[in-house]
């Protein structure tokens, strides 16, 4: 039972390259996060999905896209990467409805150069 | 802004004193919980309280919420210097449906001299 897996661990890209941060999870949750970390910042909600087949802007959407491909899987897209994207992304599947305990991936960390 | 706000930013205390950390929020909420993360790993949950309760224990850790006043505690006794990490509050804001969203505080780092 591997929980939340996020891929892949570490990345650097060019500013204006894009790429695509995969997550998985197999506690048949409902709901998926994307959170960014940044020192002193705590973690901020970019994007999430409560059900499969919907998504919704949290905190700091801009520059981002997600999609949510089955209930397994959320995907988190930055189409032009910018230095003010560098970061370290997790992805989280808190159980039930009322989102009563996260279950976080390991994390991304993202360079822009 | 972010819902949570933690108090301190920072704490660095002996092995066997306790700690004492606190959230504050901002909205109607299902409940609070606490996590922790060591360097450079994955959040990992600690103990959630609901909104109508007031106290809650789990081994060394004590949680308490005031809806009131939109705080939370989290008291850790008897601390180990394994206890070394960042703790986070986050609550379960109430949202249409019963699904509101998880939105998590700026975290205070712990630090457990041995």
């Known amino acids: 039972n591997a929980g939340v897996t996020q891929t892949p661990k570490f990345q650097v890209l060019k500013t204006g390259q894009s790429m695509t941060l995969q997550c998985a999870q197999d506690?048949?949750?409902?709901?998926m996060y994307w959170y960014r970390q940044d020192p002193g910042m705590g973690l901020r909600l970019i994007y999430y999905s409560a059900s499969e087949g919907t998504t919704d802007k949290g905190e700091v959407p801009n520059g981002y896209n997600v999609s949510r491909l089955n209930k397994r899987e959320f995907s988190l897209r930055l189409e032009s990467a910018a230095p003010s994207q560098t970061s370290v992304y997790f992805c989280?599947?808190?159980?039930?409805?009322?989102?009563?305990?996260?279950?976080f991936g390991q994390g991304t960390r993202l360079t822009v150069v | 802004s972010q819902q949570g706000e933690e108090d301190p930013q920072a704490l660095s205390i002996q092995e066997g004193e306790n700690a004492t950390m606190n959230c504050s929020y901002k909205t109607s909420i299902n409940n609070l919980q606490w996590y922790r993360q060591n360097s450079g790993r994955g959040l990992v949950h600690l103990i959630l309280i609901r909104s109508n309760e007031r106290e809650k224990h789990s081994g060394r850790l004590r949680v308490t919420l005031d809806t009131s006043k939109k705080s939370s505690s989290l008291l850790i006794t008897a601390s180990r210097a394994a206890d070394t990490a960042s703790y986070f509050c986050?609550?379960?804001?109430?949202?249409?449906?019963?699904?509101?969203?998880?939105?998590f505080g700026q975290g205070t780092t712990l630090q457990v001299k041995p």
């Open positions: 506690m048949n949750h409902n709901s």
């Open positions: 989280a599947s808190p159980r039930g409805v009322r989102n009563t305990e996260a279950f």
């Open positions: 986050a609550t379960g804001a109430i949202g249409s449906g019963n699904t509101g969203k998880l939105i």
